[in-house]
């Protein structure tokens, strides 16, 4: 970790916004060059323009991909969009208007000219279909989420209100490709025009009372920070205080899209990264002023929950928390609901979920896993080690299926108003019942061919029988709750566990573990893990 992390952002730090948004325009992009094509990851398109990788023809190709997409399809109602504050996101916003309004699609946008954070836009899109107008909606995100000020993303959600599924994605990429290769032939733009309006943040503010008990955090007259850490839930919160009267404050309600008043990561970069420590440094420093103070990202799909006696709640801690108090307190759910989590997600997830006699589902990485079972409430909770989850209404319908970091705060002052505890108190209770596990990430270097190995990788080749001094009882490289692949594998004792999968961006991949036996045995695990993988992809 730099010497840097967690200290202001300095003039040196900060991007040139003017030649950001030129190169956006300038630079034309050759899809012959894998760093320079339209790739869609687990959250959209990503990429700067400044290396040719998110660009003015990227986004046109994109957009025409998608009304393509959303034809074949059948969907036929309304597209809602929306931004945040990255100085990308403006240019990328403009390019997608114009590529949608020439198409003919009926457009929804801000109805304030307001920032509209992921969750928003996903309730949204779910609003509408539930309405039952005889069509259905879809819509588009602009944000590269927690990604540094440099960076620009594009995010795709279909009616399900959720991230697009690898088919959807893959076909749009690949359309996509296939549009800039021609010149941008069939691509067709025109001047924004007839675009209707949503009220985006009205309708999801007035809605939170079905899902967050506004009434207990009121009475109880906590007090609250929350920090938007510049980003597009800025106009939410003052919002959410006003409307519920609730003691609240905007920790800081600046926007800026070279973030300047941002601490660094632990590289040094500017990252809005609320799980992050270094990150968060600045928030922390006021966490003696309020019962309960949050933190979010760019986009607001991630959460970060600050309390006094245990300042920033590792995000594994708080979903675990989440869990036992939701599963306790929301009678209307139904009583087979399972728990949904990632495979890299903390096993005390599984324990307090076993002792709330719950069903545990355990699919891979990526919220749009979680999408069938929040829509049909099969799944009450889907939460990710990085600080993203969302959950169901009291009555057990769908709030939204994308995650919603405004969500997830709100619920850590419910957690304090209704309990009298705080997040990280009613954590240390758990383990005291379940044990305290010690749980961290590694990067491992590897080349592209050992991280396509590690990729296509069938547990069923790694021949250890035991890891750290305990029996393995398990290697796998699907996921118990689905069926699908991994893309990587994962291998279980009775008190520890690892997974690894390969970096979609870098020449490493990815080590996660966790042990119930303490920090030193945790070290062990992260060792013979890599031993144990690199002897596997050999």
């Known amino acids: 970790m730099s010497q840097r992390a967690g ?59 998608i009304v393509e997409y959303r034809a074949g399809q059948g969907i036929t109602g309304p597209l809602f969009i929306g931004t945040d504050p990255h100085a990308l996101s403006g240019p990328a916003y403009t390019t997608a208007l114009e590529v949608l309004v020439a198409n003919g699609v009926r457009v929804l946008v801000d109805e304030f000219d307001d920032y509209v954070p992921t969750p928003s836009l996903s309730h949204a899109i779910l609003a509408y279909n539930r309405a039952e107008h005889g069509d259905l909606a879809d819509g588009i995100v602009v944000t590269p989420s927690h990604n540094p000020p440099m960076d620009g993303g594009f995010k795709y959600n279909p009616p399900h209100g959720g991230p697009a599924d690898s088919d959807a994605t893959s076909w749009i990429a690949n359309r996509a490709n296939e549009l800039i ?62 409307r519920y009267e609730i003691d609240l404050v905007v920790v800081n309600p600046k926007v800026d899209p070279t973030w300047r008043f941002m601490t660094l990561d632990w590289d040094e970069k500017i990252r809005m990264d609320p799980s992050s420590a270094s990150v968060m440094a600045s928030v922390v420093a006021h966490k003696d002023e309020y019962d309960i103070l949050t933190g979010n990202d760019a986009d607001a799909d991630r959460h970060g929950i600050v309390t006094p006696d245990g300042g920033l709640m590792n995000p594994n801690h708080f979903l675990a928390v989440a869990i036992d108090y939701l599963y306790s307190h929301r009678e209307g759910w139904k009583p087979d609901a399972a728990v949904g989590k990632t495979l890299v997600s903390s096993t005390m997830i599984d324990r307090v979920t076993g002792f709330l006699g719950r069903d545990l589902w355990e699919v891979p990485v990526g919220f749009k896993w979680f999408v069938p079972g929040l829509i049909d409430g099969s799944v009450a909770f889907g939460g990710e080690e990085s600080a993203g989850a969302s959950f169901v209404r009291f009555d057990g319908s769908v709030w939204t299926t994308d995650k919603d970091g405004i969500l997830l705060a709100l619920l850590a002052s419910e957690i304090l108003a209704v309990t009298g505890k705080t997040p990280s108190q009613r954590y240390a209770e758990l383990t005291e019942h379940f044990g305290a596990p010690s749980y961290a990430r590694v990067d491992a270097a590897a080349t592209p061919a050992q991280k396509a190995a590690l990729a296509k990788l069938d547990g069923s080749m790694i021949t250890s029988t035991e890891l750290a001094g305990e029996k393995i009882t398990g290697a796998f ?62």
């Open 181 to 242: 290769a021609h010149g941008l032939d069939g691509v067709l733009m025109s001047e924004p025009s007839a675009l209707e309006t949503y009220d985006f943040r009205g309708n999801y503010v007035n809605d939170l009372e079905n899902i967050i008990d506004m009434q207990a955090i009121r009475t109880s007259g906590i007090r609250i920070g929350a920090d938007p850490l510049g980003g597009a839930s800025v106009g939410y919160w003052g919002a959410i205080r006003d």
């Open 7 to 65: 200290t202001r952002a300095l003039e040196s730090d900060l991007i040139d916004v003017d030649g950001l948004v030129k190169a956006y325009y300038d630079l034309k992009p050759d899809v012959t060059v894998p760093a320079q094509r339209v790739v869609f990851g687990t959250s959209g398109h990503r990429g700067s323009s400044l290396n040719t990788a998110f660009n003015e023809d990227h986004i046109s190709a994109t957009t025409q991909a």
């Open 477 to 538: 490289s699907v996921a118990p709750g689905n069926g699908a692949a991994i893309g990587g594998v994962k291998v279980t004792t009775e008190n520890a566990w690892f997974a690894a999968r390969p970096s979609g961006t870098e020449d490493v991949y990815k080590i996660y573990a966790e042990s119930f036996l303490g920090p030193e045995h945790l070290a062990l695990v992260q060792a013979e893990a890599k031993a144990i993988v690199d002897d596997a992809i050999a």
